[in-house]
């Protein structure tokens, strides 16, 4: 099972060879993306532009401005003036166009998606789901400790636990509500798999020939400026 670096980091990543994500129209309330053919009719669900991908230049992020390492509450939005401020994301509002009461997230990332192939789907659910609720729930599922089957895999590979020693210690001493000790004591998460991919890219809908719908994750290499 070989592992991966980001540019710049030497935190652990898993590779596992997929296909690529395929390409989609972007629009600024991005529409979903339908498979070829659909059978039957589809219904016409549109996500926030804040957690799209940026349509221009998917490398460079959404608008919101998140480390998934750090709380939801620490994401940011740039204001549209000449002289770019940051705020705090208005996170209450709908997720989606029509709302939705529950939604399953998979992911872009190669090495995200072995993990959960593992771990399962990420579940929103709510009365009617908001851009907060999805990214609570983000944070929550990367926030888990990891098991010792998890460990155990990693640690088949020589240097794979060093690796991931390293960023757990990144991830302390960028904690911006944690002692950096605490961090430490509270053992791996298994957001640290992902070594430096830790900013949020952005997400798609997809919509499946039998009507069914997911949402998928981008992550990309950090580091996300400190906003606080």
Known sequence: MPFTYAPGDRSVMIFHPRRDPRRVHWERFMRAALHLHPRTYIPDLRLHYQLCYNPYNPALGAEILWDITQPPEYARVSTRSIFKRYKTPDISLNALEPTVEKAWILTDHSHLAFWMDRWGPIIVRAESVTI??????????????????????????????????????????????????????????????????????????????????????????GPVPRMV
């Open 132 to 221: 907060g609720d999805i990214l609570q729930e983000i944070y929550a599922y990367l926030r888990v400790s990891l098991t010792r089957e998890d460990l155990g895999a990693i640690s088949r590979v020589s240097g794979n636990r060093k690796a991931l020693r390293f960023a757990r210690a990144q991830r302390a001493k960028d904690s911006y509500n944690e002692l950096e000790a605490v961090v430490i004591s509270h053992g791996y998460r298994r957001v640290d798999v992902l070594g430096g991919h830790r900013k949020f890219q952005g997400m798609r809908v997809v919509i499946l020939p039998d009507r069914t719908w997911r949402l998928y994750l981008g992550l990309c290499p």
